[in-house]
Nanobody, 131 residues
Framework: QVQLVESGGGLVQAGGSLRLSCAAS????????MGWFRQAPGKEREFVAA????????YYADSVKGRFTISRENAKNTVYLQMNSLKPEDTAVYYC????????????????????????WGQGTQVTVSS
């Protein structure tokens, strides 16, 4: 079993930056696909960014391209989400997801919340961007 714990959320002004971390424990996740999703109040959870196990491929939602960067440090079992130029519409609870079934490849599987790729989810960290 894998436990995922997100951290780094908080309150920031528009235009500011935050770096989220997702630390995995219970099993090494160096061979796992990892992703970030978010859920704003009254909305469904949506895809933000994802990264393949080796970091060779990354995926981003159109709304965050050019502002957010996903990266991973396999030696620390940790994935990061660097968020720059934050906007009030980025306000949400951000969730980390992970899974070992990396034979599911491509945008379709990496960007869907209901993807069979993601077996494990964290509890989320709140990000609030004030205008």
């Amino acid at each position: 079993q894998v436990q995922l714990v997100e951290s780094g959320g908080g309150l920031v002004q528009a235009g500011g930056s935050l770096r989220l971390s997702c630390a995995a424990s219970g099993r090494t996740t160096s061979s796992y696909a990892m992703g970030w999703f978010r859920q704003a109040p009254g909305k469904e959870r949506e895809f933000v960014a994802a990264i393949t196990w080796g970091g060779g491929s990354t995926y981003y939602a159109d709304s965050v391209k050019g502002r957010f960067t996903i990266s991973r440090e396999n030696a620390k079992n940790t994935v990061y989400l660097q968020m720059n130029s934050l906007k009030p519409e980025d306000t949400a609870v951000y969730y980390c997801a992970a899974g070992p079934k990396t034979y599911y490849t491509g945008t379709y599987y990496y960007t869907r919340e209901d993807s069979p790729l993601y077996d494990y989810w964290g509890q989320g960290t709140q990000v609030t961007v004030s205008s």
